[in-house]
Nanobody, 132 residues
């Protein structure tokens, strides 16, 4: 299994970036695939994920309304469109995947925390830097 991210970079606050994740070695059947990020000195934070079972999407409260996750199963590729970027979005963004249904949780935030804890695969990451 291999996940390779691309699309990171330096952008001014208010700008946009689109991250891509090319997956190989598995198909998107029955997986939860998405993104987490990690800033220096901070823990991993689940950003967004999508379930291949039914296309359900989940977002951290900090990115709701600004980020959009999507997938192209034919290309085994997942995208994260990031708009209205803020300096606090600065981090290394990792594409990640885990087999099975999404974790059971009462809200998206908890679901993403549980998903990050059980992750099986992730890529090398791509740096996103948002300047103020």
């Amino acid at each position: 299994v291999q996940l390779v991210e691309s699309g990171g970079g330096l952008v001014q606050a208010g700008g946009s970036l689109r991250l891509s994740c090319a997956a190989s070695g598995f198909t998107f059947d029955d997986y939860v695939i998405g993104w987490f990020r990690q800033a220096p000195g901070k823990e991993r934070e689940g950003v967004s994920c999508i379930s291949s079972r039914d296309g359900s999407t989940y977002y951290a409260d900090s990115v709701k309304g600004r980020f959009t996750i999507s997938s192209d199963n034919a290309k085994n590729t997942v995208y994260l469109q990031m708009n209205s970027l803020k300096p606090e979005d600065t981090a290394v963004y990792y594409c990640a995947a885990d087999h099975g249904p999404p974790p059971l949780a009462s809200n998206s935030g908890l679901l993403l925390r549980l998903w990050v804890l059980r992750l099986t695969y992730w890529g090398p990451g791509t740096q996103v830097t948002v300047s103020s």
